[in-house]
C-alpha cells in the first residue's frame, strides 16, 4: 500500500505552542520520510527528512519523531510563530520508484 | 538559491484544447518530475523523466499527457485534450541525487 495518513487536516495553535501533526504508513518499504512546507501560491518546499533507521530528527525548531514499529511518524514544531503558518505535508519516498507519496496536508494556523 | 521556474502562473484553457506547462529545472540537476495538486487535495506524483526517457508514471499519466526536455534547460509537460478534472496546479520539480528535490511555485490550470 502506498498511502500516507496525515492528521489531523487543519490545526490552530497559539503563538509558541507546539502543534503536533501525525502521519502512518504501511509499506515498510520506504526509504526515507520528508516533510514539505508549503506556503500559498508556492510549491511544496523541503523542510525536513528522517530515515526510517533513526528514531528522532531535529533542525532548528522542527523536530520529526520516529516510530518504527508502529509505522507513524510526527512534526513538532517548537515555539511556533505566525510565520509557520502553511500547510504541511508529510511524505514517504522509495528509491527504486523516485516518486514521493504526499500525505493529505495539514493546514497550520498560528495565532499571533 | 537555485530555483525551478515554472510559467505562465496561471493558463485558463478551453476544453479539448491542447496546453504546454513549461519548466526550467535547476541547471545541473538530472532528474524531473511533474506532480499535480487539485484545489484543496494532496499533491499527486504523474512523471519522472531522466536521461532523456520517462523513469516512471502514474496512472493519472495516461495518453493524452506527454512530457519532453526539447533542448538543455527547457522540460514541458503536454496536455493534449485538456478536460475539466485536469484543473489543478501543476509543479515542476527536479533534484541532482539524494533527496533533495525541488519545486516551482506551479502553474494554475484551469480548463472551462
Known amino acids: 500500500q502506498q498511502q500516507v495518513k496525515q492528521s489531523p487536516q487543519s490545526l490552530i495553535v497559539q503563538k509558541g505552542g507546539i502543534p503536533i501533526i501525525n502521519c502512518a504508513y504501511e509499506n515498510t518499504a520506504f526509504d526515507y520520510f520528508p516533510w514539505y512546507q508549503q506556503f500559498p501560491g508556492k510549491g511544496p518546499a523541503l523542510l525536513i527528512a528522517i530515515r526510517p533507521d533513526v528514531s528522532e530528527k531535529k533542525e532548528g525548531r522542527f523536530t520529526i519523531s520516529f516510530n518504527k514499529s508502529a509505522k507513524q511518524f510526527s512534526l513538532h514544531i517548537m515555539d511556533s510563530q505566525p510565520g509557520d503558518s502553511a500547510t504541511y505535508f508529510c511524505a514517504a519516498v522509495m528509491n527504486r520508484d523516485d516518486k514521493i507519496i504526499f500525505g493529505k496536508g495539514t493546514r497550520l494556523h498560528i495565532l499571533p | 538559491e537555485p530555483e525551478v521556474t515554472q510559467t505562465p502562473s496561471h493558463q485558463v484553457t478551453q476544453m479539448g484544447q491542447e496546453v504546454i506547462l513549461r519548466c526550467v529545472p535547476i541547471?545541473?540537476?538530472?532528474?524531473f518530475y511533474w506532480y499535480r495538486q487539485i484545489l484543496g487535495q494532496k499533491v499527486e506524483f504523474l512523471v519522472s523523466?531522466?536521461?532523456?526517457?520517462?523513469?516512471?508514471k502514474s496512472e493519472i499519466f495516461d495518453d493524452q499527457f506527454s512530457v519532453e526536455r526539447p533542448d538543455g534547460s527547457n522540460f514541458t509537460l503536454k496536455i493534449r485534450s485538456t478536460k475539466l478534472e485536469d484543473s489543478a496546479m501543476y509543479f515542476c520539480a527536479s533534484r541532482r541525487d539524494g533527496y533533495g528535490y525541488t519545486f516551482g511555485s506551479g502553474t494554475r490550470l484551469t480548463v472551462v
Open positions: 523523466f531522466y536521461n532523456n526517457e520517462i523513469s516512471e
Open positions: 541547471s545541473n540537476h538530472l532528474y
